[in-house]
């Protein structure tokens, strides 16, 4: 496993995230080897990216409705198969902050935004699904972490919204461009969106969240 520091605040070089979500299917195994391998692959190019493990946070017991607790629909039945307990959660994540990676976490419900804090998150992701969540961008905002947001489904006016609302409380915020496709045809990314951004909102990171297919391997 790397030990090399993959992430280091003091020099500005651009930050690659890396998605672990429920891809290790509720195996506290499997997501352990997923980070070393991760941090193994990506430990030559830390001199010129910065690098970070991001997890998906969901209060089950409140998040699901009581009415489909149990039930057969299929995002319903994939969150309840793949939960993680809190030791094998603290177990991941003291992982992550021991490869050397930025640890990121988005946070789906307010209680999830309190375990970001108590799990001493780097930086906050919003979900491009929540743009329109104000509660829970609120309390995001009350953590006083950097945030970066995704764009997909959202129009021009949400995204002022969010872009205003951490710049006027100094948080700093990323946005990053992406298309709610999985996978996403590669005639459907729309990258001339990142310069869009990054022209009208100068004052801010931009960047892009991919969703292409994993088979591609298209470098250039």
């Not at 690659?16 to 979500?21: F, G, K, M």
């Not at 290790?24 to 352990?32: A, N, V």
């Not at 872009?163 to 990323?174: D, K, L, M, Q, Y």
């Amino acid at each position: 496993m790397s030990t090399k520091k993959l992430y280091d605040t003091s020099q500005n070089k651009p930050l690659v995230i890396l998605e672990i979500a429920n891809n290790h299917m509720g195996d506290l195994g499997h997501g352990k080897e997923l980070i070393r391998t991760f941090a193994d692959a990506v430990s030559d190019y830390s001199d010129t990216f910065n690098f970070g493990m991001k997890f998906q946070f969901r209060e089950l017991d409140t998040f699901i409705h009581p009415h489909h607790k149990g039930s057969d629909l299929k995002y319903v039945r994939r969150f309840e198969e793949t939960v993680l307990s809190s030791d094998d959660w603290l177990e991941l994540i003291t992982l992550v902050k021991e490869s050397g990676f930025a640890l990121l976490a988005t946070p789906f419900d307010e209680p999830s935004v309190e375990k970001c804090i108590r799990c001493d998150v780097d930086i906050i992701k919003i979900a491009s699904c929540s743009l329109g969540d104000w509660p829970l961008i609120e309390r995001v905002a009350l953590a006083e972490k950097p945030v970066i947001f995704s764009t997909a489904g959202s129009d021009i006016l949400s995204i002022d919204a969010m872009v205003a609302f951490f710049s006027n409380r100094g948080i700093p915020s990323s946005l990053m461009h992406c298309v709610g496709l999985y996978p996403t045809p590669g005639s459907d990314l729309n990258i001339g969106q990142v310069a869009f951004y990054k022209k009208r909102y100068p004052h801010i990171r931009v960047g892009y969240s991919t969703h292409e297919d994993p088979a591609s391997t298209v470098t250039g």
